[in-house]
C-alpha cells in the first residue's frame, strides 16, 4: 500500500498600514489579506479589511498592523463575518498589532468571528494607546451557526488582547476554549449557552461625551445580558446573548452612540 502524505494549501495573509492626516502614508498588503480605503465624505475615514481566502482553517496565518497618527480618525472593520472552519492538528493564527498617538481616533470593529464545530483558532491583538488619544474597539463571537442548525460542540479558540497606554498594561482579556466548548459555554459563569458574546472596550473622553444617551441602550433585553464598567475615562461593556440577531442590534445602537457618527456602510448589509 502507497504511503501518501498529503500537503494542504494553506492561506497566508499581511497588512501594513499608515494613517497621517487621515491620509494613508504607508500601505502595504499581501497574500489573501487585502484592505480597501472606500472614499468617504465623512469626518471619520474608513479602512475595510478582506480574507480572499473566505475563511480560516488549519495552519492559515494572517498579520494586522494599523498605525493611526497626526489627527486621524478611522474605522477599521471588515468586510464581512470572519469564519473559522473545521481545522486539524494546527491552529489558525491572527494577530493584529495597532498604534493610535495622542491626537487621533481608532475604531476597531471587525464584524463578527463564526466559529464552526472542530475549529481551531488562536487570536492575538495588542494595542498601544498614547495618553489622550481615543480607541474603541468592538469584537463579537458567534458560536456556530444555530439558525442553520450549525452547533459549535468541540474545538480550540484562543483569545488574548493586551491593551497598553504609553507602554503600561492598562487592559487585558484571555479567553481559552479547549475540548468539550458546548460544556463550557453552559456554565453560568460562562455564557449559559449562550451562542454569541460581544465585548467593547472605550478609552477616551470623546467617546464618552454622550453617556446619558449610551445608557439608555445597555440594558438587559429577552434574549441579550448586558453589562458594564468606567474607570478613568475608560468603559468595558460585556454582553452575552441567545440570539446572534439581537445581539448585533443591540451593538450597533451602542456603536453609533459612541462614535457620534454613522457607521461604515459595509455595517448596512
Known sequence: MLNINKTYQRAHGDIDVKIKDNQISKFFQSGSAKVFYPKCHDEIKELVLVNT?????????????????????????????????????????????????RSSNLYWIPQELILFNNCNLRRDINVNVKGCSNFLLAETTIFGRTAMGEYLEEGTFIDNWRIYEDTKLLHAEALNLIGNIKEQLSKIASTNSGVAICNIFVCGKNFLNNEDELKKNIINTETVLLSHSTWNDKLLIRMVAQDAYDLKKIQKKILLCLSNNSLPKVWNN
Open 53 to 101: 481566502a473566505g475563511g480560516l482553517t488549519s495552519g492559515d496565518e494572517f498579520s494586522y498592523k494599523i498605525d493611526i497618527n497626526n489627527e486621524s480618525s478611522v474605522f477599521v472593520t471588515t468586510q464581512t463575518a470572519e469564519r473559522a472552519y473545521k481545522g486539524l492538528e494546527k491552529s489558525s493564527n491572527i494577530k493584529v498589532e495597532l498604534s493610535i498617538d
